[in-house]
């Protein structure tokens, strides 16, 4: 009966000690698994703060370059409207075939003597000189037909 007890003893022990080793090892997973979950968790998170901060970076520096330019543009669309000269050197520039053009700019240069002579050209060149920002001027003529 003894050797039944012993048997059961260590049967008991052996038993207790899977249960136990299998508890500990499941916790044990069990806070590995949390752990990594937290950790992607908050990793995913930062990069997502940061990209929505580089992205409120991104728009604002745009914003602030669409306000610059429109500004130039403004002040380049009032300055041609205050000559008259330079407006009717564009208007002839956009309704005339080019070799009239170079005849009506040859006429009026002349009669200006050269000196006082304002065109397109010398408004398109001021533009380029004042403003450093400034690559290109397209020049748009909406036809009314």
């Known amino acids: 009966m003894e050797k039944c007890a012993d048997k059961m003893k260590v049967k008991n ?7 136990l080793l299998f508890i500990y090892t499941g916790v044990l997973v069990s806070v590995v698994f949390a752990l990594v979950f937290y950790f992607m968790h908050n990793t995913r ?13 991104m ?21 041609l409207y205050k000559s008259s000269m330079e407006m009717d050197d564009l208007l002839h520039y956009f309704n005339d075939a ?3 053009y170079q005849k009506y700019r040859l006429n ?18 001021e533009a380029f000189e004042a403003y450093n920002s400034i690559k290109r ?9």
């Open 45 to 57: 998170n930062r990069i997502r703060n940061t990209n929505l901060e580089y992205m409120h970076m």
């Open 108 to 125: 009026i240069y002349s009669d200006y003597h050269s000196q006082n002579y304002k065109g397109i050209e010398d408004f398109v060149n």
């Open 59 to 79: 728009s604002e520096e745009a914003a602030g370059y669409l306000e610059d330019c429109q500004g130039i543009a403004g002040f380049l669309h009032k300055d």
């Open 13 to 19: 022990s052996k038993q207790l000690y899977n249960k």
């Open 98 to 100: 080019p070799e009239d």
């Open 137 to 145: 001027i397209t020049l748009i003529s909406y036809m009314n037909d």
